[in-house]
């Protein structure tokens, strides 16, 4: 997978416009500057988290004597479970927090941004792409970047999207992603058979 495939799956599944909502009900008891510092250090942490399973995913999966088919099968099937729920949003969202609470790794770095899905992927690249971890990290940093611009800019996308605008933009993202999904896990049955 290349660098800008990988950057583009990732981005997918980080669903920053799908999470903008959550973050602004998360954030909107902050004092402005606060909340600024408080997203900027989440998303510190969840790249912090990110690299961790790029760079020690194959590490984890012999550990845990998990195959790459079983991982790509699995992963495919996780990321249709996220495109589902993102074409078909449930009422509510779980954050987790008590009202007025600080948000602190928990909801917002881990599973906002480096939830299950998106690390599965990366163990799944670090795993079929071993010899191309400086690409896949400069495909998680694309993917990170793309998120924190958009994360920080929080009120020019709400404004300019509006509720309808990302609610149509999160269910294109997962659209895209079940495409994707449906592609990882073809992929495993594939190599599952053929190995």
């Known amino acids: 997978m290349d660098i800008l495939s990988a950057a583009t799956m990732l981005f997918l599944i980080m669903d920053p416009l799908g999470n903008l909502p959550i973050v602004l009900s998360i954030l909107k008891h902050l004092d402005p500057k606060r909340r600024r510092k408080v997203l900027i250090r989440e998303l510190c942490f969840a790249l912090v988290i990110l690299m961790l399973f790029l760079f020690a995913g194959k590490s984890i999966l012999s550990f845990l004597h998990v195959e790459p088919e079983t991982l790509s099968i699995s992963g495919g099937i996780i990321l249709f479970i996220i495109a589902i729920r993102m074409i078909f949003p449930q009422a509510g969202s779980v954050t987790g927090l008590a009202a007025g609470e600080e948000p602190f790794i928990v909801p917002m770095a881990i599973p906002m941004l480096a939830g299950p899905s998106v690390i599965a992927s990366l163990l ?72």
């Not at 993917?143 to 994360?151: D, E, M, Q």
């Not at 509720?163 to 073809?186: D, H, N, P, W, Y």
């Open 124 to 195: 799944l690249l670090s795993s079929q792409n071993p010899d191309a971890l400086q690409e896949m990290s400069l495909a998680v940093l694309l993917a990170w970047g793309a998120t924190f611009l958009i994360l920080m800019f929080y009120d020019f996308f709400n404004k300019l999207l509006g509720e309808r605008g990302l609610k149509a933009v999160e269910r294109l993202m997962g659209l895209l992603l079940v495409m994707i999904s449906t592609q990882m896990f073809l992929n495993g049955v594939r190599s599952y058979i053929g190995g």
